[in-house]
């Protein structure tokens, strides 16, 4: 390697860091999920792009965020665990769930074509929070199931909107607890979110 070369890639090299540091960031989950003020004073642009996603689809925050902390905690590139060739050699993935929403590669070539958002990325937040409102909308639409209903919307995310027709949740008792605790954090999150509801609004947590 030349000496200008090498001073160049002296200089770069901060950059590069610096923007790998940043993508980190950006897809690394909240400290604190528990409160959902918390997040949104952490997470610079989450409250605004989950405001969006509920007036453009009327599925609530709370509710939105309550199924993506089920889904991923809040992990923007989780993926299944892999199975084990042997019970030992890492294999193939169960399945092409990906990203805060665990959303499939099919499901999410569905929501693309029919929201518009053509170019949406499952580790994008934003992209994440509008996927959720969406499929809210749609099983409120196909089922008339309501969108602040968080139980049998996430019966409904977890079996898709046929399976919930069918009935499929139904002998699975483990799925039904699972949508309770969904159900109790969106609760939980809406109270919360009445607290700092106007102070989001304002951008009032930010000391200058």
Avoid at 14 to 33: I, K
Avoid at 51 to 76: M, N, Y
Wanted: proline share 4%; net charge neutral; charged share 25%.
């Amino acid at each position: 390697m030349s000496m200008p070369v090498r001073g160049l890639a002296r200089r770069l090299w901060p950059l590069a860091a610096a923007a790998l540091l940043s993508a980190c960031a950006a897809t690394a989950p909240p400290e604190e999920t528990s409160d959902i003020c918390e997040i949104f004073r952490e997470k610079d642009g989450w409250y605004e792009e989950a405001k969006a996603a509920a007036d453009r689809w009327g599925t609530p925050i709370q509710v939105q965020l309550a199924i993506i902390h089920q889904e991923s905690s809040f992990h923007g590139k989780a993926k299944p665990p892999r199975n084990r060739l042997l019970w030992v050699i890492p294999w193939t993935r169960s399945s092409s769930a990906y990203g805060y929403t665990q959303a499939l590669d099919s499901t999410w070539d569905w929501y693309k074509r029919e929201s518009g958002n053509g170019w949406a990325s499952r580790d994008d937040f934003g992209d994440a929070a509008d996927f959720v409102a969406w499929y809210a909308n749609v099983s409120n639409r196909m089922l008339g199931i309501s969108k602040w209903d968080a139980y049998s919307q996430y019966l409904a995310y977890h079996e898709g909107q046929t399976g919930f027709e069918r009935g499929t949740y139904a002998g699975k008792t483990w799925l039904k607890r699972v949508a309770n605790r969904v159900q109790a954090r969106a609760e939980r999150y809406g109270g919360q979110l009445r607290g700092c509801r106007e102070e989001l609004e304002s951008g009032g947590w930010w000391p200058f």
